[in-house]
Every structure is written in structure tokens, then in C-alpha cells.
């Protein structure tokens, strides 16, 4: 029987415990003679970790996942992309041996989407996870663990991605996790990184909120000054005007003083303690009126929106999906959800790929021959009749073609994106 740590050792880069290397280019073989940026950096020690891109600390990190949970925009925006992504996928198992071999795969699979991240919807709320650190931090991580007898995979573990780092050793990466002051290498033949919107040869990943801390503390500090000029101005003020009598006859002008004086604390007094559904009696010497704040409420609101576009912006999002109606047409806001669904898609491919990774990871053990591929599904478009018009037509012009022999029944699949 064939070991079966050979059987998947095509399935895990690396070298250990019999694990197939990467081929290395023979003796005379042409090789890059270009250098990573962070290699030819003289700022970069030997033996240090790969920097963020342009420098940026990695405690901002930790800062977008506070902004995450603090700023209701940016909140509203990662969890819309969330939600976007999260299409569902459909398994389709390839190169069975056999029926029972393909049942079997199906039940292996099942079995996994149901143990990974166990008492958490399992593999769908791993891809929450997944998704929530990809738009929040610009990468997602995860460990695969596998199971005593190391026959299986156990469970996938997501990991914090600000406490991730790149080192770069023998001209490979090497993932280290610092957790209380100690360096963690991680085993990358189980070791699952996605950044998103990498920069150059730099592993780490760029956060969509790396735009937008001057943004959030401009907006923020605009509505504590718009809170409390509300408070100020926004509310009607009593005003009471106390007109003194006139001095008797014979009367002092320390007696006339100090009787003025005990009106007022009188009448200030009485009104001090005044309900507010009870009314005013006095001499005509009182006068009491309404002070109205001169509210410019449309200057803070031009400002405000003014600030949430930045942010919408920043998020790489359309103002529809955040709550906002900015007046666009139909055509404007149609262009802007097929490129936000073109996102979609591309963060969808990286997901496909750690799926078919873990799947094919565990087929990998099963005996038998068999092989998993992972169809992420889409949005639906705005005009899902225009949609269905051009896909009748589309499959109209291939069956065309088809029955005048130009396309075989292969490339006919193809063109139309189905399986054969």
C-alpha cells in the first residue's frame, strides 16, 4: 500500500517528513537577478522581519479594527462587503476511481465543512471570518490542523492577522506569529495567507481603511462640534428682563439697592424652581421672552456628507449600498455595481482557491483517486431579465456554431462555462 503521506505530498509545499520540495532550477539555469525591495533595503537588518508596505506600522492594524467597531461607516461597509462575498460555492468532485470512490469524497467533504470550526456554523462561519479580516486588515490567515493520527485534517484556525510577520530565509518567506514576546514559526505546508491588494514583492496585504485616518478624525471631531452646537443652539432659551422700581420717598439708596437686589433673587429663585407646564404671573415689570440659536444646520450637513463620501470612497463601496442616496441614475449606479461585483469576484477567486486547497488537502488521504473543485457563485445582476436575454443568446450563438461543426461539445462547455 502506498504510503499515504505520498499520496497528498503534491498537495504541500516544503520539505519535511518526506513532504515533496519545490523543484530547484538545475545548475546553469537561467534565474531572476531582480531583489525584493525590503532585501536591498539598507534600512532592513539581516534576519529582520519584512516590513508593511510604505513603512506603515503594524499596530495601524489593530487601529482598523478599532475604527471597524467604533465608526458606523465603516462598520456598515465592511459588513456589506461581507455580505456581498458570501455568495455560497458549489463542490464538484473531479477524477473519481469510481462512484462509491466519489460518494465517499462527498462524505469526507461534508464531514470537514461540518468539523472545521467547530460550534460556529463550521465552514461558513470560518468564511465569515475569513471575509471580516480580509476587508478589515487586508489579509485573512489560517492554520490547518490536522488530527492525531494525522489522517485527516481536524480543524482550521483562523489567526490574528496583526500578530503575523514575514521573514525572507534561503530566498523563501517564512510566516513567524509574536504572541507574548516569543517568535512562533509557523509550518507553511499548513499555513494559509491572503493579502489582498499586495504591493510589489511585499507579502502583507494593504487595508482599505489605510486611506482614511485623517478622514475619520476630521469626521469625528465635526460631529462633536456639531453635538455641541445642537446642545448650545438648538434648543429655546427663557429670557426674563427684571425692569426695577422706581425709589420711594424717604428711601435710603443702600435700602433701595438692597431691595432690588431681593426682588431679583426672588424672582430668580421662583423661576429657578418652575415646571415646565406651568406659567408665568407677574408685574409688568417682568418681561419674559423666547431666545432662538441661529441654527446653520445645512453648513454641517454639506460638511458631514462632504466626509462620508471620503470614506465611502475609501471602502471602495457605492453610496446606495451604505444607506446614501446621492441622486445618481440608473446607469451610473448599474456601471458601479457590475465593478463592485468585479471586486467580488476576485476576492471570490483567492477564497476558491483556499477551499480547493483544504478540500484536495483532505481527498489527498482518502483511498481512492478523487478531486475537488469549488464553483463560487454570483450576484445576480441589477436587470436579472436583461441578464437572462444575453445568456439565452450567448448559449443560442455556441449551439449555433456547435451544429454547423465549427465547436466540439468540449469547447462548447467551455465557452459557456459549464462543466462537460
Known sequence: MTNWLDRFSAWLPGGKRGIRPAPRPPAGAFTTVSRAD???DLHTGFGAFVPMPNRMPFELLQVCGYLRDAVPDISDAVWTWKRLCQTGYDIEICEAGSEVAAARARRLLDALNARVNGGDRGMDGLLDVFYTSLFTYGAAAAEIVLSRSREQ????VPIDVWSIRFRREDGRLQAYQLHQGREIRLPMERFIYVGMDRDGTNPYGRPMMRSLPLVIKIQQ???QDMAKATHNA??????????PEERQRGESADAYQQRIRGNFET???????????QNLVTFDNVKVSLIRGDQHAHVFYENLKALEEQVITGMHLM????????????TYGTAQFEIINRQVRSVNRSVKRMLERLYNFELALMWGEARAKVHMRQNRTVDALKEARARGKEIDNVARLRSEGLLGREDAAAMLNLPV
Open 38 to 40: 525590503d532585501v536591498s
Open 153 to 156: 485534517i481536524w480543524d482550521v
Open 221 to 223: 471631531r465635526l460631529l
Open 234 to 243: 438648538g434648543w429655546s432659551k427663557m429670557h426674563v428682563q427684571y425692569a
Open 267 to 277: 424672582l430668580r429663585e421662583r423661576l429657578s424652581g418652575l415646571e415646565t407646564d
Open 319 to 330: 453610496p446606495i449600498l451604505m444607506g446614501r442616496n446621492y441622486g445618481t441614475t440608473e
